[in-house]
């Protein structure tokens, strides 16, 4: 800041003097970062700071109105007059940092005029509404928004419905989370005025919270300094190991980086490819992370080569260029132009040998690319301006409201659906801990962004919300698939849903769910349904393992009709009974039963093979017989030989016998064999021997039998 500027008599530079200019050496934040860990002295005070601001805004938007921003310096400076940081500065320099900052990655005016006055209203008498009447309703929102974010204690003892709250503020305008990673930053920078626990305990938050959510939004310029600032605060002596690395191998002569770049130069100079070639260092963090995947570095792993154009096609006639001309390495090459990653980022990934066998990685992306690669949703300006004819010619809808990027806009969706604030809490932390995100195709040729290790669980819940509860199983690649597959990066996946609208999903495909959407979706369901879903998941018997759950029925109402599902009466009044789905008994089959933990009596067939283990082991039988009822529900297995269009045969097949679909399970195809699982509700036990007849009929099915599950442990 300049001496005026800290000057309480001043109210401070006027704005409007500041001259036009359309273009100008911008401020390199990365840059400046890398400057202020490698080199010895503490950063100095930002001079004529709020110069700075307006002429790295006008760089941005040259016809930028910079009125709001002189009004907004007025009250900034005058309202925190006589207050000073830890650090001994005046407080005016943190919200001038602050703004610089967002100003450099480009923030429009809005943005900026929030940001001069975000600590205005919890650390002055300034009032919200008094920011309002002077600013209007947009800078009085965000900088409400970024209050309250400031009362959010991220910690360990974080209450989950407070950070919700926090966050479903945030996803209805996102400029109030660039405003607080900005926020975050330039604290982080001048956190060595505080006591070293309470470094750690600021910087761990950084890591585990704010930078997973600047990867989602797209800031790296912002992620990737607030890495290395925890980097050195958390893994000091590794960060100091890392430091000697990168200023080793600047002091050396021989360039590997340098060279390929001259060679790259000359090639698109001859191409006659208009292109600016640069090499883009790696930061601390990702040095660590190399050589702990490679082990002793060599001078390519220091940096990647970064060269951008002009327009898309340039893109891919650089990656020609450079696959004819120079020795690619194919493996490396990766196509985020094509199929962007979900926080907005686009490139072309590649890799090159150099002479001595070392890869140079390179990325090839346009101007505008790298703007919204560095700043993220920052770089989309003023999502309350109409957008631009080639905004809407190009929009695709998972990027068309830049306040809600695709992952904030799915985050919203998942907060209105977790059953309680525990569950959002945890399946956030879990999808934030997730750092890298494959790309599944549609066959409609539609793209869904999921996290590595994502299942055809995941793929369904995506795609088909709620409605997934019916999926019965997949096809990924074009063949059959059970919903627990892991899917790769590229695979064609094709959830198949069953006919009956109520079916429902079982508590196993918890363990196959890897996003939020699908975990809350089967939660939810779960909470809504207790007892059902394949009878509660993990039972206290092994061998009742996916048991339907029941009411033993009262010995007064022996006699009483009903319509209900078949249900067994034991000799234990008010015991809850289970169905073992070992053996999966109906009537009019004989069967027994046993006590196992917490009062439960599970029902066998006689002839199941549990029954003997267990009466080896001396287990106590309990008396059971049937009830006076005609419902049944079953569990059938089909084999059968794939063909086109069996499972809507073998569907209709049991359709007409008035069989409905309870569950279904597709398995892989084996040697050009599928066998398919269905539970399946019948009006009649009676109808049964028909059912099986039926579907055996169906052409291509060699064999139709009940469920028979074999066990080991008990």
Known sequence: MSAEATNPASPGPVINTVPRRKARPRIDLRRLGRAALLGPTARDRLPDAIG???EAHRAHYPDADLEPLRRAWVLAESSHRGQMRKSGEPYITHPLAVTLILAELGAETTTLTASLLHDTVEDT???????????????????????????????????????????VATGSDVRVMSIKLADR?????????????????????????????????????????????????LHPEEYDHTRELIVDNASRADDPLAEVTDEVRTVLRDADIQAEVLIRPRHFVSVHRVARKRGRLRGADFGRLLVLVNEDADCYG????????????????????????????????????HTDGQVVEVLIRT????????????????????????????SDGERADPTRP????????????????????????????????????????GTLGLPEGATCVDAAYAQYGEDAHACIGARVNGRLATLSTVLRDGDTVQPLMGQDPASEPSREWLEHAHTPAARIAIQRWIAAHPGSGDGGGTEADAA????????????????????????????QPGATVRLAGCCTPVPPDEVTGFSVRGGVVTVHRVECTAVAHMKSVGRAEVGVRWGDTTECRVTLVAESFGRPHLLADLTE??????????????????????????????????????????????????????????????
């Open 544 to 571: 009742d393992q996916g048991t339907q759950t029941v009411r033993s029925a009262p010995p007064a109402a022996e006699d009483t009709p009903t319509s209900s599902p078949a249900t067994p009466v034991v000799d």
């Open 653 to 714: 097949a049991m359709a007409l016998e008035g069989a409905e679909i309870v569950s279904a399970t597709v398995e892989p195809p084996s040697q050009q064999r599928v066998r398919h699982t269905y539970t399946l509700q019948l009006p009649d036990a009676a109808h049964l021997p028909a059912l099986m007849r039926a579907m055996r009929n169906v052409p291509g099915v060699y064999d139709v039998s009940r469920a028979q599950h074999h066990t080991t442990a008990f």
């Open 52 to 54: 700075h601001v307006a």
């Open 125 to 167: 008498e300034v009032t919200l509404d008094q920011v309002g009447e002077e600013f209007g309703a947009e800078v009085r929102y965000l900088v409400d928004g970024v209050t309250k974010l400031e009362k959010v204690d991220y910690g360990a003892a974080a209450e989950p419905e407070t950070f919700r709250k926090m966050l």
């Open 185 to 233: 930053l330039h604290n982080m920078r001048t956190l060595g005025v505080m006591r070293p626990e309470k470094q750690a305990r600021i910087a761990k938050v950084t890591r585990d919270v704010l930078i997973p959510l600047a990867e989602r939004l797209g800031v790296q310029a912002l992620k990737t300094e607030l890495e290395d600032l925890v980097f050195a605060i």
């Open 367 to 394: 101007h505008q690319m790298h703007k919204v690669a560095e700043a993220g949703v920052i770089a989309l300006g003023n999502p309350y301006a109409p957008p631009s004819e080639e905004q809407q010619a190009t």
């Open 318 to 353: 650089v990656l020609g260029e450079l696959h004819t001309c120079l020795k690619p390495v194919v493996s490396e090459f990766k196509d985020f132009i094509a199929v962007p990653k979900f926080n907005l980022y686009q490139s072309l990934h590649t890799a090159v040998a």
């Open 406 to 445: 695709g992952w904030l806009s799915r985050l919203l969706d998942w907060q209105e659906g977790a059953p309680d604030p525990d569950t959002f809490w945890s399946t956030l932390r879990e999808d934030l801990a997730q750092d890298r995100e494959i790309t599944v195709f549609r066959p409609d040729g």
